[in-house]
């Protein structure tokens, strides 16, 4: 099925899956829109803290002991707005974790084509196949994703360093992909700091607006695809 993005097809999926007092697991922090889309449908999304290897398999046992859920919308690849991807082990606790307790995992893996190497997913371990062969036939569409992984590599790279000259740090440094999810130790509250931004044409999102339930008004996602030295000056802390 081909769908208007990424939102559409979770929508379509979440109304056809979720029933209104559903419990539904999602990465914490997550694609807020994710978490509007579940409320919609009247389920209950419940936050898994997402770690650089994969989701928090400690924290989810302790969920799935007082809960009954009925699926877990994750992101694997360049996770939205962490960055961080998928181990093997990761994976397999997740899919063990799906069999003992009745759930599913709907996979988003929007951003996997983006990613430079070998990377892993839940579909691949559990022995789904998903192939498009009308668009890699001729591999127009292989050059293309090729290219760009070069590039976000590229900025990645340069994005990370330059903000880590002006103090912010990041929970994972991904190799490649979009999304670095940044805070810088003298801002607790990134709201004032987002708002000077603004007023200069620079447009992030506050944390808050990827929360399920934690806190995150110290942390902020960065687009490094969009990042250049003529930027980094505004991040300078004092001068936004």
Known sequence: MTTLGATQALDLVARQLLSPGDRVLVDEPCNGNLVRLIRLCGGEPVGV???QDGPDLELLDDILS?????????????????????????AF??????????????????????H??????????????????????DGTYLRHARAIQRRLATQQ????????????RFEVAPAGG????????????LSGFIAGLEEKGILLLPGEAFAVT??????????????SPTLAGAFRVGEA
């Open 116 to 137: 430079p190497g070998g990377r892993q997913t839940f579909a691949e371990l559990d022995g789904l196949e998903r192939v498009v062969h009308t668009i890699l036939a």
């Open 66 to 90: 007082r809960h009954r859920v009925r699926a877990f919308f994750c992101n694997s690849t360049f996770h939205n707005p962490t960055g961080a991807g998928l181990t093997p082990r990761a």
């Open 178 to 189: 979009m999304f670095l999810w940044a805070g810088h130790p003298d801002l607790p509250d």
């Open 157 to 168: 790279q340069l994005t990370q360093k330059a903000l880590r000259n002006l103090g912010w």
């Open 93 to 114: 606790g997740m899919l063990k974790r799906t069999e003992a307790h009745d759930f599913l995992i709907i996979e988003d893996d929007v951003y996997g084509d983006f």
């Open 214 to 227: 934690a806190d995150y008004r110290a942390m902020t996602r960065i687009n490094a695809a969009h990042f």
């Open 49 to 51: 803290p997402r770690r």
